[in-house]
């Protein structure tokens, strides 16, 4: 009965609160014959069944814990957040390629209670250069030494908001967070890069706890950004009404879900702008999405000179320009989307 009740709460660890319709999604999920999807699917289940193992890493992890890493190296951290299909996945998946960083795996996902012990025993260094497709599914990637969004992670640091979504950092959640971030710097003696969307709405609290972090804050076209969000309502919630991504839970349940996700949009680039004036321009960049994709090396070049300045990458990887994914695929949608930031934006001139 003990050990049911663990694998039933280890379960609800990976399926987020805001996916009413699990079965569904996973129905979605193999339908969609994306490897990341379908590597997804594995690891999740695999999860599940070794939850023991976890619990057990987990009792030598706490045993094992080192009691002074004032001596060892703690940062910098950079953390890539902003809106959900805004292209953070995919500078994610870049700059780990680029940089000399150390970043979650998605083995991790086995051993979310005891990812700093895991990713000792098990983390392998990655050939740079070697993954030039950068294909994700919904922020998954494919591959047990592919970087990980780590929300099995951050769901134990974050709490969710009215919408499911969890945005919403505590005081404890903020300590337990800078905990790992620097004993997993310590572990690798690098500098980390992380990626949580939901961060627009609490950078300030993670730099509160966290000495020595900075945001790589993603943004991108609003009319295809509106598309995406849309398109993900249906793929992931299977429900266009039901809102994907951080949102003003004070808006919704609209009428119209388009007007919806601009009114969505609108409010998460207003709420980056706040992060970026509480924490500082210096620590809080501002990045587009058809800019990076134009020249990422731009990026790259920027975080070495003004973030890593004392570190060395033996193996320095320059990377090219890559075909964004901005194309209509929905002609009667993308002139709806259109016609309202027309109004939208006449009304605001007006």
Known sequence: MWLSEKLKSSLSRFIPKHVHDPFGLIGRMLKSKERAAIFTLLLTGLGVLLTPLDMLLQYIEKRRKPKQLSNRSNGPHIIICGPARSGTTLVYQMLTDALPVAYV?????????????????????????????????????????????????????????????????????????????????ALHQLPTLSKNNNANAFADVIADHLDNVYFICMRRDTRYLAQSLITARMEINGNINQSYGVTD??????????????????????????????????????????????????????????????????????????????????????????????????????
Request: net charge positive.
């Open 105 to 185: 795996k998605n083995f991790t996902v086995l051993f979310s209670r005891a990812p700093i012990l895991a990713s000792a025993w098990f983390s392998r260094n990655k050939k740079k250069g070697t993954d030039k497709s950068y294909k994700n599914y919904y922020g998954k990637t494919a591959g047990f030494q592919s970087p990980s969004e780590a929300n099995h992670l951050w769901n134990g640091w974050v709490d969710g908001d009215a919408s499911g979504f969890r945005t919403q950092m505590n005081a404890d959640g903020g300590r337990r967070m800078a905990e790992f971030f620097t004993r997993f710097s």
């Open 249 to 350: 839970v004070t808006s919704l349940d609209q009428a119209d879900p388009i007007a919806e996700v601009i009114d969505q949009i609108t409010f998460l680039n207003n709420l980056a702008i706040e992060q970026q004036q509480k924490i500082g321009k210096d620590r809080f960049w501002f990045v587009d999405y058809e800019e990076f994709c134009k020249n990422p090396q731009l990026l790259v070049d920027r975080v070495k000179r003004e973030i890593l300045t004392t570190q060395s990458d033996p193996a320095p990887v320059s990377l090219q320009p890559i075909k964004n994914n901005n194309k209509i695929t929905n002609p009667e949608l993308f002139e709806r989307l259109q016609s309202l930031l027309r109004t939208a934006r006449s009304q605001t001139t007006a």
